[in-house]
């Protein structure tokens, strides 16, 4: 069963940029269809970014298209949300999940597995 450890958030100010990790062990990451999610206080886990297995194909939320860019190094079993020209409303608990199928899907409820959030909060 793989393990999703996310880390790279903190604290920046609205314009800056942030490189979030989501490193795995248990399983090879070009084996599973990874995802981003946030979820921010008071609010549901929204879907921000995915890439299918393998890389082949990537998905985003309308909100963050061409400020952030999900990818992958197989070596390092390790997927990235690079995440610049950041803004306030991005501010959220970031969560990386991952799924058996060659398919990415911004649907949740179809990943199994979850690490457990790394905090970005932006400042105006």
């Known amino acids: 069963q793989v393990q999703l450890v996310e880390s790279g958030g903190g604290l920046v100010q609205a314009g800056g940029s942030l490189r979030l990790s989501c490193a795995a062990s248990g399983g090879t990451l070009s084996r599973y269809s990874m995802g981003w999610f946030r979820q921010a206080p008071g609010k549901e886990r929204e879907f921000v970014a995915a890439?299918?297995?393998?890389?082949?194909?990537?998905y985003y939320a309308d909100s963050v298209k061409g400020r952030f860019t999900i990818s992958g190094d197989n070596a390092k079993n390790t997927v990235y949300l690079q995440m610049i020209s950041l803004k306030p409303d991005d501010t959220a608990v970031y969560y990386c999940?991952?799924?058996?199928?060659?398919?990415?899907?911004?649907?949740?409820?179809?990943?199994?597995?979850w690490g457990q959030g790394t905090q970005v909060t932006v400042s105006s």
């Open positions: 999940a991952a799924t058996k199928s060659r398919f990415a899907t911004v649907d949740s409820n179809y990943y199994a597995y």
């Open positions: 890439i299918s297995w393998s890389a082949v194909s990537t």
